[in-house]
Each structure stands twice: as structure tokens, then as C-alpha cells.
């Protein structure tokens, strides 16, 4: 074949590859081809960058490197060329297995890319898209997030290291009761030494690959140095012995192992020969060392990301990663994804002004054809609480006809949720606060999954501590002091010096009890082997007298709590729907690495509150960004700080990019936050969007204003995962003396009646919980006067 019919075929074979992704838009297209080589995908907010990645997934599963490549199969004739030309033109369905099968170059084994997202929910949407478009071979696709991956890893490779593969995985509650433990055997103050602050020290050494023994090195004189260094000695020394590993392990670990064991190196390079890295602005040093080692053979890495969505700093992520991408790979190739499939120009005119005041940026400019859409709202109200009414009356107004999940409002700090939620349920408007107490947080759930997690490893001290007397079974604080005295002497786990009660003459008036439960552990480890999660779990609510013991209790708690921990059965279910190959093991690594966000439920009807940084990646019609303050938003560390300024107006554009349809910037002059009152002006950034694109409005009503009249509602089932929502009832002229019945509270006496505003704060003793406090707005839908 001559090099004209070869450059031919090469262009017929990319026109045709290119037909089968006919709905790409240029630029997607583009990156849906290059498969070969380093590649920044450069991904505005809204640009369907998901899609990008599954198709291009789906086009080296099927067709390899062939639409990046100048080779030509050595048994290619002309008619070829002239059939694929046909073909990208005028495609037919009976000439697609033909024409695939001509252009298919080295297609790539789905095993042998590893495709890596920051959430479980977005891997299992990728996971989902992908089989969608491909069939069962897509779930042999590495689609994970970074600590997935890392773990599938570790269980394979982590004996290396002197861990067992049974390892457990330390939740930041589950480190912070290490940390304090340590601190107190140590005799130091938490107030000097903040469990949270020193764990997050430890992480950033560890980010670092910096080891106690190096960072000790560093310190010289330095006590409070000396005694942080220590405590990550003995916080690492106290995870291995239970066989127990923190987030930030997860990946170092994995890292070691890839530089320090040459075969298992070589195993993962010529494993995948493709690499995608999602979200990759917001990745910390580990994880770009991560990427680099797993990528190093062939160096086809995809990373994709969006330097104006850098903002979890603060979690140690590093701009740079993205922003040095092509200094680190020569020869890699940049495509911008700009085109917004998500919000109106008005909105996007507006975030371009604003981001384009950063300096540490790669540039580009959102455009849509969604149309120009209504200019911004910008309202300046007289104070929070008044900011707050008008939040709630736009969105009363706007939401006839409409799901309360259009409506997004979000805010920089948690704290000023307090007067949303106030006018909200003033307002009759339900609403869901994300970030809230997550599911697995709840004390009762934390012990049935202590309960596993033991089952799972008998080396877990910290869960062994928490369940030894939950219930309770006669087993006190100083029988455990004793076996952990004799677990230090020995240099074993509590469990094991435990189950040798009879051996300790100290511990013989509890070795009745110790055997027995030594006996429900080991039961319980032998049904875990031979029955489905769901029914074992089941045996182990009842085995454990968990379950009875809320039973026999009976008030309302109690059988809340009874229903949290019989909702854990849901998640297993849920787990088994989308594991390969399902263990207890793997159902508590997906537990130990479930996020807040991932609880968002997106048809509930009841708006949703959240800070900036949780919103990050979704989408809302209606967003309301409040509290555009200097001192706010930007924070006020941030001000005369450059770098801390451009990620807090890096926020500011994920912010503002959220919207769909209609975005609305509220500011006040003065906020009362943690008790004080502030006196505050707009925040630069609204000065950074044009004034084309605002309409302005200001507070001209007095402060307290009739409520507009609220629409009927369903009434919502109560959920307290994601926070809590509110339904109007009738008016009822509460009085001092009253009996009054909760449907939730049950029967009380009303206390005190204290005028407040236009509403009333009641004082209620209830028979079963003791005296509470509510408004008699809110309380009227949920108690009546017997």
C-alpha cells in the first residue's frame, strides 16, 4: 500500500471511529480520540467531562489506539479504504461489524485501565454508564476511587509491610480516640494539643512520606514539635499492633509498596496500560506519586480536572499537580472542554469575571448555548436574620408548581445555617442540611459495626473496647483496665489475653463473663463464613442482645436508635448489589470510605442547605449563595494573603457555576455569628461581576414582616441523615398549664409561654424525655392540647 492509501485509511479509520461518537462536541471528540500519550483534559465546570471519560473508555476498549495511530494492518487493501470512508459517511448497521473489526488497533482489555474518581458515587455512576454502553465486559474496568483502588491493592500486597490482609480501616472518630488515648496516657493537655490539629499535622508528614523517625530528626528543641513527632510514633506504632490503617495509610502504604518492592511495581505498570485520574485538581503529593508510579511503564495518563475548582487546600491538595501537568510529562498534550452544558451565559459571564481576577491559573472561557438567561440577583439586606426572610420568601414565591429540591442555598460556614433554619421552619419550608451527623456516625450504628469489625479482626483494640460492654454483660472498666495491662506487658491484643482470662489471676472473677463473650465473638466469626451478610447480620443483632436491649427500653430514642441499626441491613443489600465478589471485609472498607455527599438524595422535596465545599460537583436550578461578606466569604484569614485569596475566589466560582437556571448572591451590613454582632460590607467578589449582569435590590421593610403565606405540602417522613425538615400546621393559642401531646415527644405540660417576634417559645415538660423547648409555629403540626 502506498503512503497516500495509508494516510487514506488512517483518515478514513479516525472518520469512521469519530462517527461512532457522533454526539461529542469538538473538543470532546478530540479528547475521545487521543488515546495515546500524556493528556490533560482542561474540564469547565458543566462540560461533560463524565461523558468524555466513559466514551473514551469505551473507545479503547473497542477500537484500542487505532484513531491516535499511523499504523496500518499489513493486510489492509483499498476496497477497505473505499468500505470505511462509505461507512463514517453513511453508516450502516450491517457494515458497523465489518468496519469495527478493520478498525479495532491493540484494543485495550477493560482490566487494564484503572479509572480513578474522589467519591464511591461517582465511580459507581461511571460503573453504571459504562456497562450501559458497553455490556457486562465494562465491569472488569478498575473504576474506583483512590482509596478502592489502593485497598485492592493492599489486600493482595500488605504482608510486605508486617500487616495482615484482614486489615481495618480507622474512620477520623475512630483516630481521634486513638489520638486521645494517647494523650492521656502521656499526661498532655487536649487544649494544648488538639486530637483533630495533631492528627492533621500527621497527615500533611504523611502526604510528605516524612516518618516519625525523620521528623523527630527535624525538630531540634522544639517541645511541642517533639511531642507531635512522638505521638506519631506512638499513633502509628498503636494502629499496626491492631492491624488497623488511617486514610492517609491507605495510599502511603501503596506508594511504599510500588517503590520498594520492584515485582510488585512491574506487576501493576504492565497491569494498566491506561491511566485516568478524575477530579485531579484536587489530588495531594501521595496521590499524585500514586498516579505517576502506576503510570510509569506506559505513560498513557489521562488526568482530568478544572485548576478553577481547586479548593480542598486545606485537605492538602495541590494546584500545582494540575498546573505543572505538562513540565512533569513532555510531550503531553492540553484540550480545554469550555463548551457548559449546565448553566445560562449570564451565570457563566459572571463566573469567567470573577476567576479571571486569580493569577495561578491555566485559562479558559465558559460558553453555553442554554441562551442568556436572567441577570444575577444581588440583595443587601439590613442583617442575617433579615437575609434569611428573604431567602425564605424568594423561595416560597418561586416555588409554586415546583420540587423544593430546585432550591439550593449555600453558605461558607456552617454556622450560619442557624437563621436559615429558623425562617424555614417559620415558613413551613422543608429542608435538608448536608453535612449533618452522617449515618455511620451514630453512636448506635458505630457499635454494630464495632461488633463486625472485630469479627473481622480480633486485633481491633479500639472496637474490642467499645462493644466488650455493649450491651451490658457485667464487664467493667476495671476488668478492661487489667487485660489492657497485660496486653502492654505482653505486647498482645486485648482480644487475645481475653480469651485467656484463666490464665490471669487478676482477671478470675470475670473470666465467666470474658469466656462468654470470647465464645459470641467466635460464633459469630464462624457464621460470617457460611451465611449471606444480610441473614447473618440479622443472627448478630439477636446473638448480641443489641437488638433486645432497645427493645426492652421502649421510649422513643431508643426505638429510633433500634431502627438506625436495622437500616444497616439496608446498606449491606445495597453493598451486595454492587460488589463482585462480596465479603464482611469488603462491606466494611466501602463503609469506612462512604462520604457526607454521597448521602444527597436528589428527588427528595425539600431544599437543600450546604456549605460551598460540599456542593462541589452538583447541580441545583436555583442556587442562593449568602453571607457575601469581607470577613465571610472571602474568609477573613484569607484577606492580605494571596494564595488563601485565589482558592477562596476558586470557591466563590464553584459557587456561582452551581446554578442552572437563576443564581441569587445575598450580603448583610451586620451578621451575629458565635454570639457577636459584625458589621460588614459586600465582598469584593460581587464587585468583580459586571454590573451588566446584576440586578440589585436592597432591604427597604421593616424587620419583621408578615410571612407569605406558605402552599400545602406532603407530609415528609422525618429524616435526620442529611438534617431536618418542617411542615406548617394551624395555629394554636398555647397556655401555660396546658397538656399537651408530641407525636414524637409524646405527652407534656406546657411550662412557660414566652412571646418571641411573631412566634411563641414554649417550655414543655414531656413525661418520657424531660422538659424541652420549641416554637409554637413548628410545634402546632406536630402536638395538639388534650
Not at 478530540?30 to 473514551?56: D, F, Q, Y
Not at 458589621?679 to 468583580?688: D, G, I, N, T
Amino acid at each position: 500500500m502506498t503512503q497516500e492509501l495509508e494516510q487514506r485509511f488512517c483518515a478514513a479509520r479516525r472518520d469512521y471511529i469519530a462517527s461512532r461518537f457522533s454526539r461529542m462536541n469538538p473538543r470532546q471528540l478530540e479528547a475521545v480520540l487521543t488515546t495515546e500519550g500524556p493528556l490533560l483534559l482542561l474540564a469547565g465546570a458543566g462540560s461533560g467531562k463524565t461523558t468524555v471519560l466513559i466514551h473514551r473508555i469505551a473507545n479503547l476498549i473497542r477500537y484500542g489506539c487505532a484513531s491516535d495511530s499511523t499504523e496500518v494492518p499489513p493486510d489492509a487493501v483499498p476496497e477497505d479504504i473505499d468500505f470505511l470512508e462509505e461507512q463514517a459517511k453513511y453508516p450502516t448497521e450491517e457494515g458497523v461489524q465489518r468496519a469495527d473489526a478493520l478498525c479495532a488497533l491493540r484494543p485495550a482489555a477493560p482490566w487494564s485501565i484503572l479509572a480513578i474518581t474522589f467519591t464511591n458515587k461517582a465511580a459507581n455512576e461511571l460503573r453504571e454508564r459504562l456497562t450501559d454502553l458497553l455490556g457486562p465486559e465494562a465491569n472488569d474496568v478498575w473504576a474506583m476511587t483512590f482509596h478502592s483502588a489502593c485497598c485492592r491493592i493492599l489486600r493482595r500486597e500488605i504482608e510486605r509491610l508486617g500487616y495482615d490482609r484482614s486489615f481495618t480501616i480507622y474512620d477520623t472518630a475512630d483516630s481521634e480516640r486513638v489520638m486521645k488515648d494517647l494523650l492521656r496516657e502521656r499526661g498532655l493537655d487536649e487544649k494544648t494539643f488538639p486530637p483533630r490539629a495533631v492528627l492533621t499535622q500527621i497527615s500533611r508528614l504523611k502526604d510528605q512520606m516524612q516518618t516519625p523517625e525523620e521528623f523527630l530528626a527535624s525538630v531540634n528543641s522544639d517541645y511541642r514539635l517533639k511531642c507531635i513527632g512522638q505521638l506519631y510514633a506512638s499513633y502509628q506504632r498503636r494502629l499496626q499492633e491492631a492491624n488497623a490503617v488511617d486514610f492517609d495509610d491507605i495510599i502511603l502504604l501503596t506508594v511504599r509498596l510500588l517503590q520498594e518492592y520492584e515485582d510488585v511495581r512491574d506487576h501493576y505498570q504492565r497491569k494498566f496500560r491506561y491511566v485516568l485520574i478524575d477530579e485531579y485538581q484536587d489530588t495531594n503529593h501521595l496521590q499524585y506519586l500514586l498516579a505517576s508510579l502506576l503510570a510509569g511503564r506506559h505513560e498513557n495518563i489521562c488526568v482530568v480536572g478544572d485548576d478553577d475548582q481547586s479548593i480542598y487546600r486545606f485537605r492538602g491538595a495541590t494546584i500545582e499537580n494540575i498546573l505543572n501537568f505538562e513540565n512533569e510529562y513532555q510531550g503531553a498534550r492540553l484540550i480545554r472542554l469550555e463548551q457548559n452544558y449546565r448553566s445560562t451565559q449570564s451565570i457563566l459571564d459572571a463566573a469567567n469575571a470573577v476567576i479571571a481576577n486569580n493569577r495561578g491559573r491555566k485559562g479558559k472561557k465558559l460558553w453555553t448555548e442554554n441562551g442568556q438567561g436572567d441577570r444575577v440577583r444581588i440583595y443587601e439586606a439590613s442583617d442575617g436574620v433579615e437575609e434569611a426572610n428573604y431567602v425564605a420568601n424568594r423561595i416560597l414565591t418561586d416555588s409554586h408548581g415546583r420540587n423544593y429540591g430546585d432550591f439550593a442555598v449555600l453558605y461558607r460556614m456552617n454556622a450560619q445555617s442557624n437563621a436559615l433554619e429558623y425562617a424555614f421552619k417559620r415558613n413551613g419550608i422543608p429542608y435538608r442540611i448536608i453535612g449533618g451527623t452522617r449515618f455511620f456516625d451514630r453512636a448506635e450504628v458505630k457499635d454494630m459495626l464495632a461488633y463486625l469489625c472485630l469479627i473481622n479482626n480480633r486485633a481491633d483494640d479500639l472496637r474490642l473496647r467499645r462493644i466488650i460492654n455493649q450491651p451490658p454483660r457485667g464487664i467493667g472498666g476495671k476488668t478492661l483496665e487489667v487485660i489492657e495491662r497485660q496486653s502492654a506487658a505482653e505486647g498482645r491484643p486485648l482480644y487475645s489475653v481475653l480469651c485467656n482470662a484463666r490464665s490471669y489471676p487478676a482477671l478470675e472473677r470475670a473470666e465467666g463473663k470474658l469466656q462468654q463473650f470470647a465464645e459470641l465473638i467466635e460464633s459469630c466469626a464462624e457464621l460470617s463464613r457460611t451465611m449471606p451478610l444480610p441473614e447473618f447480620y440479622d443472627e448478630l443483632l439477636i446473638r448480641t442482645g443489641y437488638a433486645a436491649m432497645l427493645e426492652q427500653k421502649g421510649d422513643v430514642e431508643s426505638r429510633t436508635r433500634l431502627e438506625n441499626v436495622r437500616e444497616l441491613r439496608s446498606s449491606i443489600l445495597t453493598y451486595l448489589e454492587n460488589a463482585d465478589a462480596p465479603s464482611l471485609s469488603g462491606f466494611l472498607e466501602e463503609i469506612a470510605l462512604y462520604t457526607d455527599i454521597e448521602q444527597y438524595d436528589r428527588t427528595a422535596d425539600a431544599v437543600v442547605m450546604m456549605t460551598v465545599h460540599s456542593a462541589k460537583g452538583l447541580e441545583f436550578p436555583e442556587v442562593y449563595l449568602v453571607g457575601a461578606e469581607d470577613g465571610l466569604f472571602p474568609s477573613a484569614r484569607a484577606i492580605g494573603e494571596p494564595e488563601e485569596m485565589e482558592e477562596e475566589r476558586r470557591l466563590c466560582y464553584v459557587a456561582i457555576t452551581r446554578a442552572k437556571r437563576r443564581l441569587t448572591i445575598t450580603c448583610a451590613h451586620q451578621r451575629m455569628l458565635y454570639g457577636r454582632t459584625t458589621v460588614s460590607r459586600p465582598s469584593r467578589f460581587l464587585a468583580e461581576i459586571p454590573e451588566e449582569l446584576v440586578e440589585r435590590k436592597q432591604h427597604t421593610q421593616p424587620r419583621f414582616v408578615q410571612q407569605a403565606k406558605p402552599r400545602p405540602r406532603p407530609t415528609m417522613p422525618h429524616s435526620d441523615t442529611l438534617g431536618s425538615h418542617h411542615a406548617s400546621g394551624p395555629v394554636i393559642d398555647f397556655r401555660k398549664g396546658d397538656t399537651v401531646e408530641h407525636d414524637v415527644f409524646g405527652r407534656g405540660l406546657v411550662l412557660s409561654v414566652l412571646p418571641t417576634g411573631n412566634d411563641k417559645m414554649l417550655e414543655i415538660a414531656f413525661d418520657q424525655i424531660g422538659t424541652k423547648r420549641l416554637m409554637a409555629n413548628f410545634a402546632a403540626s406536630r402536638m395538639k392540647k388534650l
